[in-house]
C-alpha cells in the first residue's frame, strides 16, 4: 500500500484542530503524489461547492460575468506580464514535448494568478466606454510553487482557488466600484458571521510606477470610499505597504486564537493595463487605459474553508453542511420505511431514473445508516461526523408517517411528517442557517 | 494588440460553423498564448456551467459522489499508473523549482486524465465491500499535448474537461453497473434530442492482461448488459478493438454531416487496481482487488459543447440559452420600465444588494437593450445574437403592467405580465425545453 495521510504536515494550532476535524468528517487529504496540492473527498467537496456557489450567486448580482481561462500560457505572456521576471521561481514550469508547438515554444507558465489572462479576454475586442466597468470573474486551479517544507494542511498550499475577479473601468469608475466590493465584501462576512475582521489601507512605496497625481488620485478614491462604507475609525493605514503597481486594500480576520489572516483583497492596478496595451473607447473617440482593479471576497477557497472549520468548530451551519441528516431505522423492519422517508426529505430520488431531474431544487445529503447497531452508538456516531439531524423511524413512526427528529445539539425529540422535515430544511438553507 | 482570433484554426465543415456560431454569439476563443486551451466568454461559460451543472444532479442520482483533485502528480504517480511509460510524450511534464521539493523529486505530469488520482484516493482508506459500488465523478481541466498543428475549436484541444467517472466495484457488481451507465447514457442523449448515436462493443485484443477467464466473463458482462438496455440489434461488435486492460463500449453520436464522434465511453479496467494494488475487505474477510470501471456520457464537455452547437444550429432550447431573453424600450422613456421588467423576470435583481440572494431560484438571463436604435434593428441584432424571447415595452405596455414578447422562432406577439412570462420560463426551464 502506497502512504496515504491525511494532512500529516499540519503543525500550528489552527491547523491541527483542522486536520483533525478534516478527518472525522473525512472532508479532505493530502498525499505524497501531489504535495501541497488537497484532495477534496465527497463531504469537503460539497462544502467547496456550496461556497463556490454562494459565491457566483451573490457575485452575479454585483455585474460579475464568469469566465473559463487556460491553465497554461506561453512564457511570452509571463514576459509580457512581469512574471517571468520577477516570479519565476515561485511558478512551475510546464514543457511540452518538443516537436508539438509549430512555433517552437514549448516552455508554459502554470498560473499563479488569473490576471493576464483576463487581460488577453480584455484585449479581444474593442470595447467602448459604455460597456465598461467590464466584471470577470473566474474559478481557476491556481498553482504556486512554495517549498514542500512549509505546506500545511489547507492553508499553505501550492494548489488553490480564488474567487477571483477584475474589474476593468475607467478612472472616474473607480470609487464606485471600490464601493461595491467593500459592500460585497461585508455582505459575505455577516453571513458566515465573521464579524472580527479589520480593514488595512496601503499607500504608495518608495518605489513605484505611474505619476505622482495618479497616486494622489487613487488613494484618494479608496481612502474616501473606506471611510463612506465601513467608517472612519474602522480602517487603518499602512504607511508605504502598497504593491508598486498600485494602492491596496486588505482584509484581515482574526482567528479564534487571536491570529490574523488576510482574506480579501481590492487592488488597483496601473501597470498591467499598461503592459499588456489595454485600451477602450472614450466618449471623445480617442483610445484610454482603463483601470484594472483585483480583488478577492474569500481569497483563498482552500484558506477560507480552513477559517470556517475553526470559526464552526467544525458544527456547520445547516445551509454550508455536507451531512444534514441521518436516518436510523429502529431495527430491519423499517429500513424500507427509512429508505422512503430519505428520499422524500433529500428530494434527490423522488424521480424516475430514467427520467432527468430538474435542475433548480432543494437538495439535501441525508443519508441512511442501516448497519446492524443500536440507535444509541449509531446517534452518538452521528454527532461525530456532524449530522446536523438525527432522524429515527421505528413502528409508531412508520405508522404514523412521521419521524421523530432531533438535532445535532439539542436531545429534544419532535414528531414531524417528511414533509414538515423539508419545509423547515428549506426555510434553513434559504435563511442561511 | 496582441493578436488574438475567435478560433482561427478550424478546418472542417463542423468545425467551420461552430467557429461562426461560436463568435457570432461570443462564446469562445483562442489566443496563441495558449494554443489548444479554450477561452471560455461569459455567455459560453454560462452554457458550459448548465452542462455541469445537469450533469451533476443526473449523476447524483445515480450515486456518484465529487471529488476535487490535485492536477499535477509526481513523475513515480505517472511510473506507477503506466503513463510515464507510455504516453510521456502526450503529456505536459511540469517543474518546480529544484529546491523546493525536500525529497528532491520536483518533476511532475500534468495530469492527461483522473483515474491514477482516484486510485490514491480509493487506497486512502480500508474499504469493505459494503462500501463498494465506490463511484467517483471529478470535473478538473485534463491536458493532452496535442501537435498545435492539429488544434482546432472545441474539438481538437490541449485543455479540456470530461464527466469523468470512476467506478470501483466487485466483479459481480459490474453487471448492473455497466447496465446503470448505459440507462444514464440513453436518459442524457435523449434530454438533448440526440438519437442518433450508435454503441460499439470492443473486445480483446491479441496483446492483453488478465486471464482469458477473467475476460471471458466480463465481455460476457458487457454484451449482455447491451442486449438487454440497448437491445440486440442496437449495438455492434469491433473485434480486438478493448483496450489491452479490458474490453469497452463506446458510445458514437452522428452529427448533421454524417460525421461520427465518439462521445460516451464506458470501459472495464483490470489492470489499474493491480497497479494500485487496491483492495477492500470482502464478505470473508479476505482483501479482494476491485475492478475499476471508467465512464463518461458527454465525454469531453468541450466537444459535446460544439456537437450541440451543430445540433441546435446556435439556437439554443432555453433551458441551455446563455441569453433567454432582451427586453427592447420603445424609447427613452419606457428604459426605468424596461429595467423593472429584467429585473422581475430574470430573478435577479429582486433582493437588495446588502442582503444576501438565495441560492435555490431560478435566474434567467435577460438583457435590457438601452442603445438608441429602432426597434426594429434592435430585434434583428437580438435574434442573430441568438435571444429566445424579444420583450417590447413602450406606453401601452407601461400603462397596463405588461410586456409584449415574441420568441426568436415565431413572429407573434403575446401581451403577458413579467410573473408569466417568468413562470412560462420556470416550466420551461424544468423540463428541458
Ligand atoms: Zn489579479
Ligand atoms: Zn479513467
Redesign the interface.
Known amino acids: 500500500?502506497?502512504s496515504?495521510q491525511?494532512l500529516i504536515r499540519c503543525h500550528s494550532t489552527t491547523s491541527t484542530k483542522n486536520a483533525s476535524i478534516g478527518q472525522r468528517q473525512q472532508l479532505f487529504?493530502v498525499?505524497?503524489?501531489?504535495?501541497g496540492?488537497?484532495?477534496?473527498?465527497?463531504h469537503?467537496?460539497?462544502i467547496?461547492?456550496?461556497l463556490v456557489?454562494?459565491m457566483k450567486?451573490?457575485q452575479?448580482?454585483?455585474g460579475f460575468?464568469?469566465?473559463?481561462?487556460?491553465?497554461?500560457?506561453?512564457k511570452?505572456?509571463w514576459e509580457t506580464s512581469g512574471h517571468w521576471d520577477k516570479y519565476k521561481?515561485?511558478m512551475?514550469?510546464?514543457?511540452?514535448?518538443e516537436?508539438?508547438?509549430?512555433?517552437g515554444n514549448h516552455t508554459?507558465g502554470?498560473k499563479p494568478m488569473n490576471c493576464?489572462?483576463h487581460c488577453?479576454?480584455f484585449?479581444?475586442t474593442l470595447r467602448s466606454y459604455q460597456d465598461l466597468p467590464v466584471r470577470?470573474s473566474d474559478w481557476s486551479?491556481l498553482?504556486r510553487?512554495?517549498?514542500?517544507?512549509g505546506l500545511t494542511g489547507l492553508t499553505r498550499v501550492r494548489?488553490f482557488h480564488q474567487d477571483d475577479g477584475h474589474i476593468f473601468c475607467t478612472r472616474q469608475q473607480v470609487g464606485e466600484e471600490i464601493a461595491k466590493s467593500l459592500?460585497l465584501v461585508?455582505?459575505?462576512y455577516?453571513?458566515f458571521g465573521m464579524d472580527n475582521y479589520r480593514m488595512t489601507f496601503s499607500s504608495r512605496p518608495d518605489e513605484h510606477i505611474g505619476s505622482e497625481q495618479e497616486w494622489d488620485e487613487a488613494e484618494h478614491q479608496l481612502t474616501s470610499v473606506l471611510d463612506e462604507v465601513v467608517g472612519k475609525e474602522n480602517w487603518n493605514t499602512r504607511d508605504k505597504d502598497g504593491a508598486f503597481y498600485g494602492p491596496k486594500i486588505d482584509i484581515l480576520l482574526k482567528d479564534n486564537f487571536g491570529k490574523e489572516h488576510q482574506i480579501g483583497t481590492i487592488q488597483l492596478d496601473f501597470q498591467l493595463p499598461a503592459r499588456?496595451?489595454l485600451?477602450y473607447k472614450g466618449e471623445d473617440g480617442e483610445l484610454h487605459q482603463p483601470v484594472m482593479i483585483h480583488r478577492a471576497v474569500f481569497g483563498s477557497v482552500e484558506r477560507f474553508l480552513a477559517l470556517l472549520i475553526d470559526h464552526f468548530d467544525g458544527k456547520w451551519p445547516f445551509?454550508l453542511s455536507p451531512r444534514h441528516a441521518v436516518v436510523i431505522p429502529v431495527n430491519e423492519t423499517h429500513k424500507e420505511y427509512a429508505q422512503k422517508v430519505a428520499a422524500s426529505i433529500s428530494g434527490?430520488?423522488l424521480?424516475a431514473?430514467?427520467?432527468?431531474?430538474?435542475?433548480?431544487?432543494?437538495?439535501f445529503n441525508v443519508d441512511v445508516d442501516n448497519r446492524s447497531d443500536t440507535v444509541g452508538l449509531k446517534t452518538r456516531e452521528a454527532i461525530v461526523k456532524g449530522y446536523n439531524y438525527i432522524i429515527i423511524v421505528g413502528d409508531k413512526e412508520a405508522e404514523a408517517g412521521k419521524v421523530a427528529m432531533r438535532s445535532r445539539d439539542n436531545r429534544k425529540i419532535e414528531l414531524l411528517s417528511p414533509d414538515e422535515v423539508r419545509n423547515m430544511y428549506i426555510k434553513l438553507?434559504?435563511s442561511?442557517e
Open positions: 500500500r502506497r496515504t491525511l487529504m498525499d505524497e503524489a501531489s504535495p496540492s488537497v484532495f477534496f473527498l465527497p469537503g467537496t460539497r467547496f461547492n456550496k456557489q454562494f450567486v451573490q452575479a448580482r454585483y460575468q464568469e469566465v473559463i481561462s487556460p491553465l497554461i500560457y506561453k511570452a505572456l521561481e515561485d512551475f514550469k510546464v514543457e511540452g514535448f516537436n508539438n508547438d509549430c512555433d508554459y502554470l493576464p489572462g488577453v479576454i484585449n479581444s470577470m486551479s498553482h510553487n512554495e517549498a514542500s517544507g494548489r459592500r461585508k455582505l459575505v455577516g453571513v499588456f496595451g485600451k445551509w434527490e430520488l424521480e431514473l430514467d427520467a432527468p431531474a430538474i435542475l433548480e431544487s432543494h437538495r438553507e434559504e442561511f
